[in-house]
T-cell receptor, first 114, second 114 residues
Framework: AQSVTQPDIHITVSEGASLELRCNYS??????LFWYVQSPGQGLQLLLK??????LVQGIKGFEAEFKRSQSSFNLRKPSVHWSDAAEYFC????????????FGAGTILRVKS | ETGVTQSPTHLIKTRGQQVTLRCSSQ?????VSWYQQALGQGPQFIFQ???????GRGNFPPRFSGLQFPNYSSELNVNALELDDSALYLC?????????????FGPGTRLTVL
């Protein structure tokens, strides 16, 4: 079965510092990979997605993620964090073999200190 | 273009009662998925509806049921509420079914079961 692990429950970074949020998945073939962001009281907003091709994908709000097949990882990065990036981030995996669902990780809460 | 909307925003019920949550999909989208997000966890897939038919179901008991209407809006019904049903319920719509299609999430309905 698919599973998604986000090993960091909370991360605190200083404004202007770089950010990397980790995501590991368990699945045999190449899945469809997503990063979503959720602000308090809000639904989920898609930051970026990877289906195939170039393993470095660019998303909205200056985020990027890199797919590493050998490590079963899809880490999210941002070179310079802004205070407005404080939110909860979810990695999600989908695969045709498992139907139409997305499987989400438990999330990482990002705090930004000024 | 109107995004995904959900009603009500908040709901308080007592154990054993029944509840209906509603979702209006984004214009042009024929697929609606429902997710349950318990506190401190990632969303978990409940089921998906595609053109008024159930199109995949997660590991939820039959007391969780749904409907999709000809205008592609959807309802989630939960019977015999239990305390553990307290969660944020998210609805997501997509242009077509399939895990490789971007899902657009609504703001959610916060259900509290006392």
């Amino acid at each position: 079965a698919q599973s998604v692990t986000q090993p960091d429950i909370h991360i605190t970074v200083s404004e202007g510092a770089s950010l990397e949020l980790r995501c590991n998945y368990s699945y045999g073939a190449t899945p469809y990979l997503f990063w979503y962001v959720q602000s308090p009281g809000q639904g989920l907003q898609l930051l970026l997605k990877y289906f195939s091709g170039d393993t470095l994908v660019q998303g909205i709000k200056g985020f990027e993620a890199e797919f590493k097949r050998s490590q079963s990882s899809f880490n999210l990065r941002k070179p310079s964090v802004h205070w407005s990036d404080a939110a909860e981030y979810f990695c999600a995996v989908g695969a045709m073999e498992y139907g139409n669902k997305l499987v989400f990780g438990a999330g990482t809460i990002l705090r930004v200190k000024s | 273009e109107t995004g995904v909307t959900q009603s009500p925003t908040h709901l308080i019920k007592t154990r054993g009662q029944q509840v209906t949550l509603r979702c209006s999909s984004q214009s042009g989208h024929n697929t609606v998925s429902w997710y349950q997000q318990a506190l401190g966890q990632g969303p978990q897939f409940i089921f998906q509806y595609y053109r008024e038919e159930e199109n995949g179901r997660g590991n939820f008991p039959p007391r969780f049921s749904g409907l999709q209407f000809p205008n592609y809006s959807s309802e989630l019904n939960v019977n015999a509420l239990e305390l553990d049903d307290s969660a944020l319920y998210l609805c997501a719509s997509s242009l077509v079914a399939g895990p490789n299609n971007e899902q657009f999430f609504g703001p959610g309905t916060r259900l509290t079961v006392l």
